[in-house]
């Protein structure tokens, strides 16, 4: 009777919930998941800082390449964080996303594969992609630059997530007509909504006159605290409007999705067992499963019109915001 108890105890404990977490995230990242018919081009974009988009760039890819995907992650962040996050020196003598853009370098010549994860290679930024933005604007076919890189690129890949700088300058326009996806990290928080109708109405632009492929697949809800209520109304008025993009799966915060970056880590390498590597990989199931239901040129077509109701409740929620 005491031994069942114990053990009964013993099962509710944290580090019985994290060890059983983690032969669950052992065992559903070797189960596979199916490999597109096309490489999906998946742009990560929010012109927000802070908001998740490095984060959910590292361990999606991350969890994708678990899964047994061939997986690219192109930095074009000046910071270069996605390149950090993935243990790639990116100091400014290395070869990196700024020769392609701005010296016509071909995307094989900079790819690099990530050390810990099969499968997933990164093109990394350094610090003279800060200058890139300007020196863009002189130069031919200057939106259509990384498009043309990867469209030469001859590796077979499944995926490639492009981890945007908090801007809508070039560098994010020529992700965006690279892409055929885009994928909004919405942090659950006051402002989460506030530039996201200036987002889509670049989204929007882009496809009109740049790219017909283009649209908004995927939405994440990230840093997500259940504790909170704003938490909740935040999720729950973005799943109210964008109801097909959302995935289930929200992001929760988690220390050590923090703290991954700084041992040049993804979190699924990290922690495995953790709530945040289950919910990327999670997450990165969703992506895969969904698409595959979906059909990626379908949801194409049936989703251009996104902007515009979301741009109305974003004017909506701002204006209720200042009351
Ligand atoms: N789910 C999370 N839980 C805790 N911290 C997070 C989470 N997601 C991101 N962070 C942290 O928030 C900060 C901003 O995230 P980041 O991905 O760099 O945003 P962005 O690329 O949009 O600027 C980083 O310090 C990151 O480690
Ligand atoms: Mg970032």
Same mark, same amino acid.
């Given at each position: 009777m005491q031994d069942s108890e114990t053990i009964d105890q013993l099962a509710d404990t944290p580090i019985a919930r994290a060890a059983q977490a983690a032969v669950q995230a052992i065992g559903r990242a070797g189960e596979g998941l199916p490999r597109p018919a096309a490489t999906r081009v998946i742009v990560v974009a929010?012109?927000?800082?802070? /908001?998740g988009k490095t984060t959910t760039t590292v361990n999606l890819a991350a969890a994708l390449a678990m899964h047994g995907l061939r997986v690219l992650v192109v @930095?074009?962040?000046?910071?270069?964080n996605a390149s950090t996050a993935l243990g790639i020196d990116h100091h400014a003598e290395v070869p990196s996303i700024y020769d392609v853009l /701005?010296?016509?370098? #071909?995307?094989a010549d900079v790819v690099q594969p990530v050390v810990d994860v099969e499968g997933l290679f990164c093109v990394p930024a350094t610090i @003279?992609? $800060?200058?890139a933005e300007i020196e863009l604007?002189?130069?031919?076919a200057r939106e259509g630059r990384l498009q043309r890189a990867i469209a030469a690129y001859e590796q077979p890949l499944d995926y490639i997530l492009i981890d945007c700088p908090p801007s809508l300058g070039l560098l994010t326009v020529n992700a965006l007509v690279a892409g055929q996806e885009v994928l909004i990290p919405i942090q659950?928080?006051?402002?989460?909504?506030?530039g996201l109708g200036q987002l889509l109405r670049n989204v929007e632009l882009v496809r009109a006159h740049?790219? #017909?492929?283009?649209? /908004?697949?995927t939405i994440l809800l990230t840093m997500? @605290? $259940?504790?909170?209520r704003l938490a909740a109304q935040v999720a729950e008025e973005v799943r109210t409007h964008f109801a097909q993009e959302v995935l289930q799966t929200a992001i929760p915060r988690s220390v050590r999705i923090s703290e991954a970056p700084s041992y040049g880590q993804t979190v699924l390498t990290y922690d495995p067992g953790s709530t945040g590597a289950l919910s990327y990989l999670e997450a990165a199931r969703e992506l895969a499963l969904r698409a595959q239901v979906a059909g990626t040129g379908a949801v194409g077509q049936q989703r251009s019109g996104v902007a515009a109701p979301a741009a109305q409740m974003v004017q909506h929620s701002t204006t209720e915001g200042n009351r």
């Open positions: 929010n012109q927000k800082g802070g /908001v @930095d074009l962040d000046p910071q270069g /701005v010296e016509g370098k #071909p995307l @003279d992609l $800060a200058g604007v002189s130069l031919v659950c928080e006051y402002y989460a909504l506030e740049l790219n #017909p492929t283009l649209h /908004v697949s997500y @605290d $259940a504790r909170t």
